[in-house]
């Protein structure tokens, strides 16, 4: 098993049965249920029920089995980008990790916008609606400002009132497909006039299939909600004696969310996509239309009446404001989740209130960009949505290969084809959704690289752990400890011995005195901070501390200090000059975390220790 890597500092302790949390996900996956079958009879019309029944297809043997291995594989809620980034590593790995929460920051903006573009056009069309609220842009601005000031004052997503939600539109869709199929049981001509209606544009069924492949991509929104649903793993109940690295009954809980919400949304997707195609005009389906955005909810009119017709409306007005609200938890849980571990500052990843008016602001812009449509932003958001979905089958698929688990590999890189397939002809026909995710990607970039470069002198390790034979180092006489930095090429003991000779003769230091050497080794330059974990080394008479960490200086000046705490002594440390330009140490240091590393350990130790008594001392030699 691969297990996270990376967890949370700290867990979730409040947990609830996995059904309740599949409402907490369903917010903002049952609540598309408000616009796809709209937006499906919109952009495929009488193909419309086929290409959901293979939207669904792809949901039950694509996408579901996809992130049942995600649950088994990242079950502390960090998700498909996560465990992709846990799969590569290097500078490449966190620039695909920033495009790939680009993606997804665009995926939760437009799940903001567009819920609230819907709502809007829920309230607008009610009968019972004043004619002064026909102005969807305001109304969705309004919905969208009233989210964040909710936020503001300290929102927490309560289970509670998902749960009642999700219950209540729900049952409210299921009355409404249950009289939509009175209506077709009624109307026994509408079913064959369908029919003949394909049979005419489409020589036979082979060409009608086709045809449903090709705009099926169209229908991607019917995929989302996945991602939520591993994200909020640390929040469902699993087994009492569930080990926490890798929580078994948590795993299986969480897969049982995951199919649950499968099974129902395919059943609602295809009966909700077969009513609306027989039952509404084509008319009004388009841009104005009474239909448009509302396919349901015109249904739940028109046929049980506008008391109830209202009611409807009102569930699902407060759904996909709950889906936005969902969304905006979702774009706060991204920034302290990921970014510090880009070297962005933890202090300012915290600030929630901040982010919450930057994030609002966006939204803000987004809406006035699509003039609050929500077929507009239909392609941007699938492809927010497809996008993370691709890189998820890509996850698993390496996962698999690594295993040597072939057939599951094949399988999952199946999938992955078709999810490409379907996020390509997406971005081919509406670029939108791809230029949206380009701005948030240039955003994390610029702003990750400069917070990298301002934090680039902070120690950068949390603490510092040493091995028994370490600590025999530093107990075994050592009255003050003379560290000698090395970097290791053979590490043969003359090497040593020369390093040793050669940094007694340039700095002075007497012969009496007793020395360990310290090695740091790179390993990934592109990780800003973690745990330096220093383990002891014996080459003949040398003694050595060595360690691996993202930068060579920032480990040497938290060992220097940590022995200053361990010690009570300020610890001596002895460097030779490098041999590179200023330039080219400069550049070393920033991406591959060496460089000039007498005089950035001396910056680094003078900015975390002012006062020069206490700051442990260095001494540089070489011509």
């Not at 774009?331 to 929630?352: C, D, K, Q």
Request: glycine share 8%; aromatic share 8%.
């Amino acid at each position: 098993m691969v297990g996270d890597s990376y967890k949370p500092a700290q867990e979730v302790h409040s947990t609830n049965p996995w059904w309740r949390v599949m409402c907490l996900t369903g917010v903002d996956y049952f609540s598309t249920l408000g616009y796809q079958p709209g937006i499906a009879a919109l952009a495929a019309g009488a193909l419309s029920p086929i290409a959901t029944l293979i939207l669904v297809l792809v949901t039950l043997f694509g996408a579901l089995p996809m992130y049942r291995r995600v649950a088994q594989e990242s079950p502390h809620g960090n998700g498909s980008i996560s465990m992709l980034g846990h799969l590569l590593e290097g500078w490449w790995n966190k620039l695909l990790i920033l495009a790939l929460l680009g993606f997804l920051a665009t995926d939760f903006v437009i799940t903001i916008t567009l819920s609230a573009a819907d709502a809007s056009a829920h309230i607008i069309e009610n009968p019972f609606a004043p004619h002064w609220l026909n102005h969807p842009v305001l109304i969705t601005l309004v919905l969208v400002a009233l989210l964040g000031a909710i936020f503001l004052m300290g929102f927490r997503e309560a289970i509670g009132v998902a749960v009642l939600l999700v219950v209540a539109y729900l049952a409210l869709n299921v009355v409404v497909v249950v009289v939509g199929f009175q209506q077709l049981v009624q109307q026994p001509h509408l079913i064959p006039d369908w029919a003949r209606l394909l049979s005419i544009n489409y020589a036979d069924p082979l060409a009608v299939t086709v045809a449903a492949l090709l705009v099926f991509p169209r229908l991607a929104l019917g995929l989302s909600g996945f991602e939520t649903g591993v994200a909020v793993m640390p929040q469902v109940k699993g087994d009492p004696g569930d080990n926490p690295g890798y929580p078994q009954g948590r795993i299986r809980n969480t897969q049982k969310l995951l199919t649950t919400a499968a099974l129902i949304m395919s059943v609602l997707l295809v009966t909700t996509s077969l009513i609306t195609i027989l039952l509404i005009p084509a008319q009004a389906f388009q841009s104005g239309g009474e239909a448009n955005g509302r396919a349901l909810a015109y249904l739940a009119h028109r046929y049980l009446g506008n008391v109830f017709g209202t009611v409807y409306d009102i569930s699902t007005i407060l759904i996909l404001w709950f889906a936005g609200a969902s969304a905006m938890a979702g774009l706060l849980n991204i920034v302290p989740r990921y970014l510090p571990r880009f070297g962005m500052a933890p202090e300012w990843a915290g600030a929630t209130r901040p982010l919450t008016l930057v994030f609002t602001l966006i939204c803000f812009v987004v809406t006035l960009i699509f003039r609050a449509s929500v077929d507009a932003q239909a392609s941007a958001y699938a492809t927010g949505v497809l996008v993370v979905m691709t890189s998820a089958a890509v996850a698993v698929t390496l996962s698999a290969h690594r295993k040597g688990q072939r057939t599951a590999a094949v399988a999952f890189a199946f999938i992955g084809v078709i999810l490409l397939y379907t996020l390509v002809v997406n971005v081919a026909e509406r670029p939108e959704g791809l230029q949206i995710a380009t701005v948030f990607i240039a955003s994390i970039l610029v702003v990750s690289f400069l917070s990298r470069l301002y934090r680039a002198l902070e120690l950068r390790v949390e603490k510092v752990q040493l091995d028994p034979l370490a600590e025999h180092f530093l107990r075994d006489g050592v009255s003050e400890v003379r560290l000698i930095a090395h970097h290791r090429q053979h590490g043969a003991a003359y090497e040593y011995s020369q390093k040793e000779r050669r940094i007694r003769q340039e700095t002075h230091l007497p012969e009496d005195e007793s020395v360990l050497f310290v090695e740091v080794g790179v390993v990934d330059a592109s990780e800003f901070s973690g745990v330096l974990k220093v383990r002891g080394v014996e080459v003949g008479e040398h003694r050595i501390l060595r360690t691996e960490s993202s930068a060579v200086p920032n480990a040497i000046a938290a060992l220097g200090l940590y022995l200053r705490e361990r010690t009570g002594k300020a610890p001596h440390i002895y460097f030779e000059w490098g041999e590179r330009s200023p330039l080219q140490a400069a550049l070393r240091f920033v991406l591959f975390g060496e460089g000039d590393v007498p005089t950035v350990t001396r910056e680094i130790l003078r900015r975390a220790e002012p006062n020069p008594e206490l700051r442990p001392a260095t001494h540089v030699g070489g011509r």
